[in-house]
């Protein structure tokens, strides 16, 4: 088909030499517009007329941003065509320049750019009451909102679009933008006003063409799934296969609307749902659709996956992701490998999981860096690719234990994570009280406070609920810490509690705190204690120093262990009785330490 139209363009041209410039640049203009090359020819045929100029530097645009994918080069060759039509004067020019510029600011992430091109194509319309115009210069508008993350913006522009479409009269025009408004309703979290409109532009489409119809079915369908009604969804899908031809020519010509047909249908679920799949990924394949056919096995391991055939689903995930990947689709590879590694922490295999997670990072950061268009999907993929690997990174965390111990003078080491078992802090706590209620022999505890970030699945009832330092502080003995790593959630509790603070230098500290202890604005001072809670980002250690908060900071870790042990062994050498007086006298009761929601407290005798 392509060679037939070259060898009529061709013969077009040989005509167009006897007719004269404006039809010989118009005919060039055709065949690079089919070839994707030869707009500079176009260019050498315009000469010095501005019009001719203009039309085929258009054509050049067009070459540099479909075809060659240079949007920079594209954006400066629009940007010379709206020189040229307000040079000469042309509304009409100007507004359909002035669109082509929105497009190519969208497509390199220029918001503003964006924005304003968009705003000024529109009113380049208005003044020269060019509806036509309006309706492209809207259509970018939309664009141009979506990419600065303006879904109300790009809402108003679309219920614009719908009016300027009944202006029209134009049936299959106003089923198209009201499915486009369909959409936005919902990214507007407005699905009862999105299947309203999709509802609306159904009603428009009877006797608009079949393609119109099928959108509108095929975007009501897929709002009812968003409010997550699979009966009326898989009844507007059984519509669409219903259309002539079995949904041929409503979703795309031929098989491959018959395909996309059927995998609508598979996308809703259902008994039939894997049957509806493979038959849309056979389909797919037989019209060499790549991109449609990974579209086929996202939704078969999607199908599979939960069906609970794991090992078919990876299976097919891959396939997916290996399809998007040769049809040039980043964001479906990005989806594909994020279903992957989905289904493999399912499999708990956490390695293949975490490097299938990284993979989808970097499919998305390269959407990101190279086409400012699609980075709110990106963006989004972005997001659930790194909740992936956390997930994966995490899920191979164990609990640690709390670790006592006691030296040579007296003093107590707790070595100490946030991700402490419940087990391991009880037996930390009574075997302090024991050996104080039967010896008398603990003069002071050094906290080894490792900050190392877990999951909240994985925090103990005794650290959230601060019953592990009413017990600690029950003890009534002087507590010295030693912190490193990453201060956050209810490591900041513990070191709080300590009536000493030493850290090494490198330590980072999280902020806000989300669950203090009652005591904190006691601990610390009422104003403190509300710009800890109420600020965020991250602290270094000399930072806490100044704030009052650390007592000393150490150049590293060892050292932070070396001088919180010398400090405990010369509080072991006062008189214990006089030290248990002092720290009864001056420290906050220890039941205060609960954190603030919870009260469940440890047993009255362990306090006493």
Known sequence: MPEQAIQTVDELIALSKSLGRPEQVSALCLLASIQGSGAEEAQKAAGEEKLLQAEALCCLAQEQLVHKKLPAEALATSQKVLSIFAALGDGVGQAAAGCMVTTCHAILGQVSESLQAAEAARAACQTTEDKAGEVLARQCHILAALTASRPAEALAAARGLVGLCRHFEDQSAEAWALVELARLHVACDDPIQGVRCAEEALATAKSAPLAAKGAALAGLARLHRCRDRPAPARRAAEKVKELPGRGANALAPGRAGEARALLLAATLGGQAALGLASDAQTLMNGVRDKVGEASANLARAQILAQLRDFASAAEAAQEAATGFKVGSCGVGEGVARCELATIQLLMEDKAEAEKTAKEALRAFHQIRQLSGLKSCSAQLGENRARQLLSHAQLSCLQPSNARLYLDEFNCAHLEISETASQESLESAVATLHNMQRLRNNVKAVVLHLEGAVGPASMHSQALTSGNFLVGLRAISIPIVSAAYGKITGPSWNLLLACDYRIAAVDTSFVLPIVSPPECL????????????????????????????????????????????????????????????????????????????????????????
Request: glycine share 8%; charged share 20%; hydrophobic share 40%.
């Open 521 to 608: 604005g006691e601990l610390v001072g009422a104003a403190m204690a509300s710009q800890l809670c109420i600020s965020s980002g991250v602290l270094d250690a000399h930072s806490l120093q100044e704030l009052g908060i650390l007592n000393q900071v150490r150049p590293n870790k060892d050292e932070t262990g070396r001088a919180a042990s010398e400090l405990a062994k010369r509080i072991a050498a006062f008189p214990g009785i006089a030290c248990r007086q002092t720290m009864s006298l001056l420290t906050v009761p220890p039941v205060k330490y609960t954190t603030v929601g919870a009260y469940k407290l440890p047993d009255p005798d362990l306090i006493a």
